[in-house]
Nanobody, 129 residues
Framework: QWQLVESGGALVQPGGSLRLSCAASGFTLDYYTLGWFRQVPGKDPEGVSCIRTSGMNPRYADSVKGRFTVSRDNAKGTMYLQMNNLRPEDTGAYYC??????????????????????WGQGTQVTVSS
């Protein structure tokens, strides 16, 4: 069964760190562009970061540049999001998403949710003191 499963969300204090994981089952990630999105109630998903099939030139939203790092391990079928120096405004449900192919328009500085066909169920990140 085709599935993306996120994990690693938690309650953390401002300035803290978390590492999110997105594991694929039922398919291989090698030929998919991958993205991280976050959503708060009442708002559309916001693109956080994305990484192309090659793993090179990952993209980040301005709000997370210098604090978040995306990576992928195709052999393990997993994508990661290392989040450092977390802020209260980083709070939200974090989703990983996948789209077949290496079209560079799928992964830009502002990843667009509508370009990704496959989604996980989300993991909650809450940054609060």
């Amino acid at each position: 069964q085709w599935q993306l499963v996120e994990s690693g969300g938690a309650l953390v204090q401002p300035g803290g760190s978390l590492r999110l994981s997105c594991a694929a089952s039922g398919f291989t990630l090698d030929y998919y562009t991958l993205g991280w999105f976050r959503q708060v109630p009442g708002k559309d998903p916001e693109g956080v970061s994305c990484i192309r099939t090659s793993g090179m030139n990952p993209r980040y939203a301005d709000s997370v540049k210098g604090r978040f790092t995306v990576s992928r391990d195709n052999a393990k079928g997993t994508m990661y999001l290392q989040m450092n120096n977390l802020r209260p405004e980083d709070t939200g449900a974090y989703y990983c998403a996948a789209e077949w192919g290496a079209d560079p328009d799928i992964c830009t500085d502002i990843p667009r949710a509508g370009l990704y066909s496959y989604w996980g169920q989300g993991t909650q990140v809450t940054v609060s003191s």
